[in-house]
């Protein structure tokens, strides 16, 4: 099992920049497949972004794909989302979810565990 912690959330310009990171309990953190999701006001849950166990894949959503990146570091046991260029539909609440699978996956049943989230806010 691992617990999830997101931090780095914020109010930002749009243009500006954040990263969230994600840390995670457990020693065996580099054998969970990694995401962050997003849930605007109102609005369903949806896939931001995804890595693998390794860290050499990843896989986002279109209209984050030329701004945001997906990394991790599992000496750390944490997680990270870049997010540049941001713009106000950017406005959410993040989330870091892990499952116990090596394969890619933007479907939020498939995560198994999930952190609190981190308020993402961004004017225009």
């Known amino acids: 099992q691992v617990q999830l912690v997101e931090s780095g959330g914020g109010l930002v310009q749009a243009g500006d920049s954040l990263r969230l990171s994600c840390a995670a309990s457990?020693?065996?953190?580099?054998?969970?497949?990694m995401g962050w999701f997003r849930q605007a006001p109102g609005k369903e849950r949806e896939f931001v972004a995804t890595?693998?166990?390794?860290?050499?894949?990843?896989y986002y959503r279109d209209s984050v794909k030329d701004r945001f990146t997906i990394s991790r570091d599992n000496a750390k046991n944490t997680v990270y989302l870049q997010m540049n260029s941001l713009k106000p539909e950017d406005t959410a609440v993040y989330y870091c979810?892990?499952?116990?699978?090596?394969?890619?996956?933007?479907?939020?049943?498939?995560?198994?565990?999930w952190g609190q989230g981190t308020q993402v806010t961004v004017s225009s």
């Open positions: 457990g020693r065996t953190f580099s054998r969970y497949g």
């Open positions: 890595i693998s166990w390794s860290g050499g894949s990843t």
């Open positions: 979810a892990a499952r116990t699978s090596s394969y890619l996956s933007s479907v939020t049943s498939e995560y198994a565990y």
